[in-house]
């Protein structure tokens, strides 16, 4: 059996059943496969009602019906397979639809996973998409909706672009039917559907050029020397995509220069991107990262279903609600994002790790964890706890990291789960990006040890690390 024969075994059970709940994931990931597996079985006029979660855990499994229905866990599912199983799930009532690493059980459920065959730059949505085509041609539009989700779950970050699966066929379905379109060589680098150039410039870390990351007035300046307009009619600032290839061409050259004068390389100035062409211009659901970000704002903020809504081309009031989100989401992240740095972390041989207390929602510390990287040292990990409003007695743990250390060995998915394992938590993730739930009274505990994992990591990639 490869992967194919999975989607394929996955799809004919779908079709097959007589009512379907889906349990899905709150990122940008999750809602998008919420909005493609559900949209894909409506189509075929089943039944089907969904769920959200923010986490498979003891405390929301009561959230997972006990009904006849199938029960498809998308964007998470793999790594609790456990707690199926305690809850009594046949075999023939659960689907797991991930990307995630997974545990092994006594009980075989039907499990969809691109990672164990060696798909790793793919994400849920995407494996959602490949069932949905799967169960009918016709569901090609939905590849859009699959972009989006694989780039919100950093898919993209790595390679500075798609790549396998994902690239060869999701993409490419979408630029077959229309919806998305493949920027080459584009600039690497967020908000250029929305933010002034120079803002966008400024706002952007990887790669960091200095003078102009972090500095708006910095960025304008170099921007005014290269001699490229930045305000449009009525002095109204300009978008990057917006502006004239050439001018584009000027900016991408003149950040080039400015990386090689510092000693710096310039393999991450350049990343494939992917716009929406139905989509109204300055709008953040033009492209994939901004898309994804408005997903982000609905389910850390506990509203999923609006994200979805608009995933379904809704582009009133859920559209607007997102946009009020989005706007709070933003907000509450630069605060702690000043809160971070402010409060300053405590350094390790391998990380760096500070606990926000109850301060911000655990939702989203491990965003505002990935942004202060670039105000921090950047060659270590960072480690972010932060207490949870149902359990006092549990600690969020989110960490992020950067592609350079990554390629340096450093695996924070393993680190988290084995560390979390050995203290009765539980975590997951990405190489990249990782979180867990793991007792408060283990908190030091915790952090001593998984700074001993990263330890063991760097030393296995580079014997000479210290």
Not at 198 to 214: C, E, M, T
Not at 264 to 286: C, K, N, Q
Request: proline share 4%; charged share 25%.
């Amino acid at each position: 059996m490869g992967f194919s024969d999975d989607v394929k075994a996955a799809a004919e059970q779908i079709s097959a059943a007589t009512e379907i709940t889906i349990i899905s994931h709150i990122d940008a990931d999750g809602i998008a496969c919420e909005a493609i597996l559900s949209q894909a079985i409506s189509r075929q006029e089943i039944p089907v009602r969904s769920v959200f979660v923010r986490q498979l855990e003891p405390l929301t499994m009561p959230q997972v019906p006990a009904d006849n229905s199938l029960k498809i866990f998308s964007d998470l599912g793999a790594g609790q397979q456990n707690l199926m199983e305690s809850r009594g799930l046949s075999e023939k009532e659960v689907i797991i639809v991930d990307n995630h690493v997974s545990q092994p059980v006594k009980r075989q459920y039907t499990q969809v996973n691109c990672l164990p065959y060696g798909y790793s730059r793919m994400s849920a949505a995407g494996v959602s998409y490949l069932i949905a085509k799967e169960m009918d041609d016709v569901n090609i539009d939905l590849a859009k909706i699959a972009v989006v989700g694989n780039v919100g779950d950093m898919m993209a970050r790595e390679k500075c672009g798609l790549v396998g699966p994902a690239r060869e066929i999701i993409v490419e379905d979408g630029v077959r039917y229309g919806n998305v379109e493949v920027r080459k060589r584009d600039l690497n680098c967020y908000g250029t559907a929305t933010r002034p150039v120079y803002l966008s410039l400024a706002y952007n870390d990887d790669p960091f050029v200095r003078g102009i990351s972090n500095n708006p007035e910095g960025a304008k300046q170099f921007i005014k020397r290269l001699g490229v307009r930045q305000q449009g009619e009525g002095g109204r600032w300009l978008v990057w995509e917006e502006l004239e290839m050439d001018d584009k061409r000027t900016i991408i050259t003149g950040l080039a220069r400015q990386l090689i004068e510092q000693g710096e390389s310039v393999d991450r100035l350049h990343a494939e991107t992917y716009g929406f062409p139905d989509e109204i211009p300055r709008t953040p659901l033009r492209n994939a990262h901004e898309y994804a970000t408005v997903l982000n704002a609905c389910g850390r903020w506990a509203k999923p279903a609006i994200g979805g809504a608009i995933l379904r081309g809704d582009r009133g009031t859920a559209y607007r609600e997102a946009e009020h989100m989005l706007n709070n989401h933003r907000a509450i992240i630069r605060d702690l994002l000043q809160f971070i740095i402010d409060q300053g972390v405590t350094e390790l041989e391998n990380l760096q790790y500070l606990h926000v207390g109850n301060k911000y929602p655990d939702t989203i510390v491990g965003i505002g964890a990935g942004m202060a990287l670039s105000k921090l040292n950047s060659q270590k990990p960072i480690l972010v706890m932060c207490e949870v409003p149902e359990d006092p007695n549990l600690t969020k743990v989110s960490m992020r990291t950067t592609e350079r250390v990554v390629e340096k060995g450093i695996d924070l998915q393993q680190a988290i789960s084995d560390a979390s394992a050995e203290y009765g938590g539980g975590g997951g993730g990405h190489k990249i990006a990782a979180g867990a739930y793991v007792p408060k009274s283990a908190e030091q505990e915790f952090v001593i040890r998984v700074n001993k994992i990263l330890g063991e990591q760097f030393a296995a990639k580079s014997p000479d690390h210290r």
